[in-house]
């Protein structure tokens, strides 16, 4: 019964390839994100949809696409892999973008 | 360009003491603020959040706000090893957007 489920937990793979991360909630909230968090630990907003619209999105390459099939799941699709987008990415969500927020597992992604 | 400062740290705090972290935000509107603990390796975890100005208290934690001076902390009180992690501040501001600060790294010592 977990509230906020990510897959994978870790992904390695080379430069230039695409992956997915994918993001699920069953709390019934309105309101999902995806974050960023790098080496130094800065936690960083990319996305956010609000019943399925985008209602957040921040200066991120267009490599980078988020997709809500639906309120209660946010996937995140990234093209052309680089060295720099190494990092841990969150999703979370709340009930609405006024509340707090609830994080998922986070998908430690290597680029190697 | 809408921040939330912390001090990175580490605060060293001996066990059974108050640990005092202090945050600042830039953005006077911001209406809601937030208190997330993340152990090492693992996702942030909410602890507290407070709309008003004054404290909020939540079994060994309290949290203070004054918008006056744009300034949130959190007081843990009888400190514990188990409390060591880093704390994350976050102000939602006017917009959708939640700002969170590079956080607070807290070491007790046993």
């Known amino acids: 019964d977990t509230a906020v489920s990510q897959t994978p937990k870790y992904l390695v793979t080379q430069m230039g390839n695409d992956k997915s991360i994918k993001c699920e909630q069953n709390?019934?909230?309105?309101?999902m994100y995806w974050y960023k968090q790098d080496s130094k630990k800065f936690l960083k907003i990319m996305f956010s949809?609000?019943?399925?619209?985008?209602?957040i999105n921040e200066t991120v390459p267009n490599r980078f696409s988020p997709k809500s099939p639906d309120k209660a799941h946010l996937n995140l699709h990234i093209n052309s892999l680089e060295l720099g987008d190494s990092a841990v990415y969150f999703c979370?969500?709340?009930?609405?973008?006024?509340?707090?927020?609830?994080f998922g597992p986070g998908t430690r992604l290597t680029v190697t | 360009q809408k921040e939330v400062e912390q001090n990175s740290g580490p605060l060293s705090v001996p066990e059974g003491a108050i640990a005092s972290l202090n945050c600042t935000y830039s953005?006077?509107?911001?209406?809601?603020f937030f208190w997330y603990r993340q152990y090492s390796g693992k996702s942030p975890e909410l602890i507290m959040f407070?709309?008003?100005?004054g404290d909020k208290e939540d079994g060994r934690f309290t949290a203070q706000l004054n918008k006056a001076s744009q300034y949130v902390s959190l007081l843990i009180r009888d400190s514990q090893p188990s409390d060591s992690a880093t704390y994350l501040c976050?102000?939602?501001?006017?917009?959708?957007?939640?700002?969170f600060g590079a956080g607070t790294r807290l070491f007790v010592k046993a």
């Open positions: 953005d006077r509107g911001s209406q809601s």
């Open positions: 979370a969500s709340s009930r609405d973008y006024r509340y707090e927020q609830y």
């Open positions: 407070i709309y008003s100005n």
């Open positions: 949809y609000n019943n399925k619209e985008l209602i």
């Open positions: 709390l019934g909230h309105d309101t």
């Open positions: 976050a102000a939602r501001t006017g917009g959708f957007k939640t700002i």
